[in-house]
């Protein structure tokens, strides 16, 4: 018995630069490889969960989850096994829904891949939780994992909610697994699956995605250990400050509460702690001469896309009309057709970075 649950970042306008980036990778043919992989995951084991949640511009509904009753009325096919069908339209016409729901005239917004990992670890937790005192929890969910499918970039304001659920996932010992499908590494994604014992890889080859899902993400953990799975080379642990929301390389820790600060300040804002004049002092003078660029990310970056390039609107409804129809579902027949680590000075002394192993306040 195994339990999967799937993060499906699906905001349409990265989703439109994915359609026109070379190799080209629609949402179509995106889905196709993901139903496929899902299916694998059910056909397992008969007792296998799933749950299928996506990350939409400022919403994150549940998709599909392997609890629902199966509706009577399906389409009828003596060649499909029943529980594939569902599972296809149920995440075609939800996603479908969702899409057609999004209005051209609303201000753009970033996807919601915070909210929708809080929701898979709620849901998990929910299933842990034994039905009789006297049974365990591991005994009622082994190794539940979570899945992540990212097309976005990194947003510095996530990088609190993302840390406070990687500590969520270690305490619940969810493995978090990462498929950057496009766009640039996500750092605050890397860090999250080198946290929990999972996998992160970087797609090379879109166009082979279901290969990439079924060697590497479809076995569960304990199978992992015999087998050569990818691991990262690097990983990036560079923080978001708590005042600007950048990505730093040299930043300033306050000695009460572990906040990040991109500069020495006289008061912590977190709590409200004041340091000497002498430490500040002491601090500029330590600051390098040349400091490195804070890297920023705008939920508006637009990955292989050049500054000043005009990218055509992206309508969330022509998306959805592109997935599929009720009588054409996305299918696997569809899918050959087409750190550095970073160092800190404490604010009240010179100490080792706590790095992400520290809960932020």
């Not at 529980?83 to 479908?96: E, I, P, Q």
């Not at 001469?289 to 050049?306: A, C, D, I, V």
Request: charged share 15%; with cysteine; hydrophobic share 40%.
């Amino acid at each position: 018995m195994s339990h999967l649950s799937v993060v499906l970042d699906l905001p349409p306008a990265q989703w439109h630069r994915s359609a026109r980036h070379d190799p080209p990778l629609a949402l179509p043919d995106f889905l196709s490889h993901v139903l496929v992989f899902l299916n694998a995951h059910i056909a397992n084991n008969a007792e296998n969960s799933l749950a299928v949640f996506g990350a939409f511009p400022g919403t994150s509904p549940l998709l599909y989850s392997s609890a629902d009753p199966v509706p009577a009325r399906l389409p009828i096919d003596s060649n499909s096994y029943p529980s594939f069908v569902h599972l296809d339209h149920a995440v075609a016409r939800r996603v479908t829904a969702v899409l057609d729901s999004l209005g051209t005239d609303r201000a753009p917004e970033p996807s919601a891949l915070v909210g929708a990992i809080t929701k898979a670890l709620c849901y998990v937790n929910r299933l842990a939780i034994s039905p009789s005192s006297a049974a365990p929890a591991e005994h009622v969910l082994p190794d539940p994992r979570l899945l992540i499918l990212s097309v976005s970039p990194d947003l510095a304001t996530s990088y609190i909610p993302i840390m406070n659920s990687v500590f969520s996932a270690q305490k619940l010992k969810v493995t978090i697994d990462v498929c950057q499908v496009f766009g640039p590494d996500t750092v605050f994604l890397q860090q999250a699956a080198h946290l929990t014992g999972g996998s992160y890889i970087h797609l090379e080859r879109r166009d082979a995605l279901l290969q990439y899902l079924i060697m590497a993400f479809l076995p569960p953990p304990p199978i992992r250990k015999v087998l050569a799975v990818p691991t990262q080379d690097k990983v990036d642990f560079r923080a978001a400050c708590f005042c600007h929301k950048n990505i730093v390389d040299i930043g300033f820790v306050c000695s009460v509460c572990l906040s990040i600060f991109c500069q020495p300040v006289p008061v912590c804002s977190t709590c409200r702690t004041k340091f000497p004049i002498k430490t500040l002092q002491r601090l500029n003078q330590s600051r390098p001469l040349l400091p490195s660029t804070p890297r920023s990310t705008s939920p508006k970056s637009s990955p292989g896309t050049p500054a000043g390039a005009r990218t055509a609107p992206t309508n969330g409804a022509n998306l959805a009309r592109s997935i599929s129809t009720p009588n054409e579902l996305p299918h696997s027949s569809n899918i050959g057709s087409r750190n550095s680590n970073g160092r800190s000075h404490s604010m009240g002394g010179s100490v080792t970075n706590p790095g992400p192993s520290e809960a932020p306040r």
